[in-house]
């Protein structure tokens, strides 16, 4: 891999100027759901109830001590 820096612009000079192609098939997506794809998700479902109950659960040991006991 070279560093000079006018190879980059050598290599696409051609294709550099062109308009963006435009599909006939497809219309183009909303940028709703565009934005989608980027979105966080939850890649454990379920994980962030269990820590919070786990913390409930220390809190109240930490509160009550020995005392504490889970009536659920």
Same mark, same amino acid.
């Given at each position: 891999?070279?560093?000079?820096?006018?190879?980059?612009?050598?290599?696409? $000079? %051609?294709?550099?100027?062109?308009?963006? !192609?435009?599909? =006939?098939?497809?219309?183009?997506?909303? &940028? $709703? %759901?565009?934005?989608?794809?980027?979105? !966080?998700?939850? =890649?454990?479902?379920?994980?962030?109830? &269990?820590?919070?109950?786990?913390?409930?659960?220390?809190?109240?040991?930490?509160?009550?001590?020995?005392?504490?006991?889970?009536?659920?």
């Amino acid at each position: 891999m070279s560093s000079d820096p006018n190879l980059a612009g050598n290599l696409y $000079a %051609d294709i550099i100027d062109l308009p963006r !192609p435009v599909s =006939a098939k497809h219309p183009p997506m909303p &940028m $709703a %759901d565009r934005a989608a794809q980027f979105a !966080p998700f939850a =890649a454990l479902s379920g994980h962030d109830d &269990m820590i919070g109950e786990r913390l409930h659960e220390h809190t109240m040991q930490i509160e009550f001590g020995d005392q504490y006991w889970d009536l659920d």
